[in-house]
T-cell receptor
Framework: GALVYQYPRRTICKSGTSMRMECQAV??????VAWYRQSPQKTFELIAL?????????EQNFTQEKFPISHPNLSFSSMTVLNAYLEDRGLYLC???????????FGKGTRLTVV | GDSVTQTEGQVTVSESKSLIINCTYS????????LFWYVRYPGEGLQLLLK?????QKGSSRGFEATYNKETTSFHLQKASVQESDSAVYYC????????????FGKGTSLTVIP
């Protein structure tokens, strides 16, 4: 079956430092990968959508300078939270989809705590 | 922009009783969106529960069902008789066709089924 693994599951970083999280697709080709953030008491916000062979599209309020994303092949993507502060804490979710399929497969998320 | 509003917070239901979690959506897209219910069991990632991509149709899975009503812009989740194993967080989501460039989640409803 199709699975998406995210790691680390939990991480703590000091304010002002950076943290990299990874997303691995197994059993299908992750043509598109979307990264979301769920802040405390909020829903999942789309950070950016990465499609192989296309430019990464960032949503309003999120920038490449703050959340650089790499999507080097059809099974892997990573995102870094640069210069993390308290407002960056939350659960970061990776969702991947193959081609024109309607289903998006999600990982279990990386929970980021900033101290 | 597009948005999804669902029953917020925590819902507690006794086992074998009926359940309804409300979900309404708004979209600026010309095309009708695709609608989804995702579920997150404790310690697990987001899983697709059911989806409906055609207005007027009903989706069903694991005893849950939801009807895509374009007149009321609603996609309420219902189950006639809940079980303790249904305890989870449920998210209503909207995807703009054709490529889900944008995928919007509601804030989630935490369901607790008590025996």
């Amino acid at each position: 079956g199709a699975l998406v693994y995210q790691y680390p599951r939990r991480t703590i970083c000091k304010s002002g430092t950076s943290m990299r999280m990874e997303c691995q697709a197994v059993g299908f080709q992750a043509t598109s990968v979307a990264w979301y953030r769920q802040s405390p008491q909020k829903t999942f916000e789309l950070i950016a959508l990465s499609t192989v062979n296309s430019a990464i599209k960032y949503e309003q309020n999120f920038t490449q300078e703050k959340f650089p994303i790499s999507h080097p092949n059809l099974s892997f993507s990573s995102m870094t939270v640069l210069n993390a502060y308290l407002e960056d804490r939350g659960l970061y979710l990776c969702g991947a989809r193959e081609g024109g399929n309607t289903e998006v497969f999600f990982g279990k998320g990386t929970r980021l705590t900033v101290v | 922009g597009d948005s999804v509003t669902q029953t917020e917070g925590q819902v507690t239901v006794s086992e074998s009783k009926s359940l309804i979690i409300n979900c309404t959506y708004s979209t600026t897209s010309i095309a009708y969106p695709n609608l989804f219910w995702y579920v997150r069991y404790p310690g697990e990632g987001l899983q697709l529960l059911l989806k409906v991509i055609t207005a007027g149709q009903k989706g069903s899975s694991r005893g849950f069902e939801a009807t895509y009503n374009k007149e009321t812009t609603s996609f309420h989740l219902q189950k006639a008789s809940v079980q303790e194993s249904d305890s989870a967080v449920y998210y209503c989501a909207l995807g703009d066709p054709p490529g889900y460039q944008n995928f919007y989640f509601g804030k989630g409803t935490s369901l607790t089924v008590i025996p």
